[in-house]
C-alpha cells in the first residue's frame, strides 16, 4: 500500500456511513432507513448472506445477473476494463456511493466495478429508474450504493485459490468494545497472473492484476438520540492489460495503477418523530496509465477529488406519512498534476423536499429538487409515484420522474472531448405491477425513458463526443419462486435503446434481451447454487458494423461448513468453457474454478 493510502488510512476519525443492516429495510430510496414495501420504484437488496453464497471474485461476478444490468464493456477477466448499463443508459448514468457518498471516480468518468474491492463489502443497495429529485446529476437510470458497514459481532478470516493463479485473502472485525462503541477493521488482498486478453497481437504476456483494500470504523452512541460516526475506505490496484492495435498504433498503454479512498463522517438524530442527520466527506481518485517498455515516467494521470456536505430531516407527522427535506453541496475538481486538462473545478448544490402520505389502499410521494451547478447553470427535476394496494396481495404502481447529467470533465476536455456538450436531460414514464403469494412473487415494471442531449463518442481526436437524443423503452420480469426446498430467481429484462439521430440505431453495447436464473438449495447443512446468464446480441460500438453474437454462461458453487466456525466453499465460472467476447477483440474468461475457506472467531 502507497504511503499516502496508508497515511490516510490512520486518521483517528474514520468509520461508519448511516445505512441499513436489516435485509427489510433501505436507506437507498430517500437517504433514510424505511422499510423495503414502502418503496415506490423497484429495489433491490444483495445482502453479506447473499454475497458469501455466490463467491464473487469481482463486484462484476456479483451484480450481472441483476435485473436491468448490463455489464456491456468488459475487456477481459478480474481487474480489466468494465462498464455498467443500467435499462439502457450510459455508464455515466448510474450514481455509484459508497457508503452513501458519491465516489471521486465519477468527476472524470463512469465508474469501473472491476476495480472496485468486493472483500469488504458487507451489502448492496440498488435502485433502478432516476432518482435526480433526490440525489441530483448523475442518477438517470439509477443508483447503486455499495456499504461496507455492518452490526453484527463477528470477526472472519478468508482465504482463496483458483485458475489463472488467482490468491486472495482478507481479514475483518466488528466488535462492540462498549455497549456505545462500535469499531471495525477490514483489509484483503487479491491477485492473480490473468491471460492474453487479446489472442494473436504482438502482445504475447499474460494480463495480471492486484489489489489491495483497507476499511476502518468506527460508531458511538452519545445518547439514546444522537449517533457519532466515521468511515474510511480505500484501495490500491495494478493493472497489466492490452491495448488495441490498429496499424498506425505502434505502442499503447499497457500499465495502470490506481488508488483511491474515501473518508467521512456523520452525525445522526432519531426521536420519536423527527430525525436528521449531517454528513461530510472527502474522496480522491488516481489513475496512471503507461506503456511497459516506454516507462512509468510517460504515465499519463487522472487525479479527482470530491469533496461534500450533505443533512437532511425528516419529519413523521403521523403513521401515515413524512415530510423530508434536505440540501447538498459538492464539488468536483479535477487536480493539477492530472495530465488531461488544467486543473478545475465546479461546485453543485441542491435543496429538494419530499412528502409521502398513504390513504389505504393508497400511498403517493411527491419530490422536488433544485441544482445550482456552477458551470452549467440551474436545473429543476421532480418526482411522483402513486401506488395501488390491490386485492390478493397486488399492487400497481405508476411514476413519472425527471433527471440530469452535467457533462464529465472527460466529456468536455478529455481524448475527443467537446467543451460545446450541454447537460443530459430525460424524463421517465414507470408502470410496475406485482404480486407476492406464498411460493411466488413477482414484478413487471414497463418504462419508457426520453434522454435529451444524450452524450455518445463517436469516435475520433477532436470533438468526436456529442450530443443526440436517445428513446430507451423497456420491460422487465422478475420473480421468486419456491419448488420444495429450491429457491429460484428469474430475471427477463427487453431494452429498446435508440440513438433517435442515427436512424434509430439500437446504442453501443446495449442487449435487447438478457435474461438470468439463480437456483439455491440447502442439503445436509450445505449451499449449492447454480447461475445462468444469457445476454443477446448487440452492436459493438456507434461507429462500426461489427455485431457482437449472443452467449449464455452458467457458473455453479457449494460452502460447507465443517465445523461452527470453518465454512469450506467452492466456484466454478463458466462452467462448460464457453468461448466468447464482451467487447470486439478482447476474450472473456475460459471456464475458472476457485475453492476457499472462512474462520469465524
Known sequence: MSKKLLATALLPWVAFAQNSTDPT???????????LTSALAPVEVITKADIERRQPRSLVDLLETLPGMQFGSQYGGIGQGSSLFVRGTNSDHVLVLF?????????????????????????????RGPRAAIYGSQAIGGVVNIITTSQVNTAKVGITAGSNDYYAADVSINRWVTEATRLQLAGGYRETRGFDVIPGNSQTDRDGFDSKTLTLGIEHQLNPYWTANANFNGWENNLEYDYYEPVWITAGSDQNHTEAYQVDAGLQYKGDQLSGQLNAGYGEYEAEDWNKEQGRHTAGIINTATTR?????????????????????????LKAKSTAADARERDNTGVYASVFHQWAPLSLELTGRVDDNEQFDTHGTWQSALSLALPAHHKVTLSYGTAFKAPTFSNLYGYGGNTELKPEESENWELGLSGDYELVDWQVNLYRNKIDNLIVYQGGYVNSTKNTDALIKGVELIANVDTGPVHHVFSYDYTDAKDENNNGLQLARRAKNKFSWT???????????????YVGERNDSAYSNVVMPSYTVWNIGASYPLTSSLTLNGKINNLFDKDYQVVDGYDAPDMEFYVGADYRF
Open 25 to 35: 429495510n433501505i436507506t437507498i430510496y430517500n437517504r433514510v432507513e424505511q422499510p
Open 99 to 127: 457508503n452513501g457518498r458519491p465516489l471521486a471516480q465519477m468527476v472524470s468518468s463512469n465508474v469501473d466495478f472491476s476495480k472496485l474491492p468486493v472483500s469488504n463489502v458487507e451489502r448492496i443497495e440498488y435502485i
Open 309 to 333: 456536505i450533505d443533512g437532511l430531516f425528516q419529519y413523521h407527522y403521523s403513521d401515515h406519512g413524512y415530510v423530508l427535506t434536505g440540501m447538498d453541496w459538492q464539488q468536483d475538481r
Open 519 to 533: 437456483g439455491d438449495i440447502d442439503v445436509a447443512n450445505a449451499n449449492l447454487f447454480a447461475q445462468a446468464l
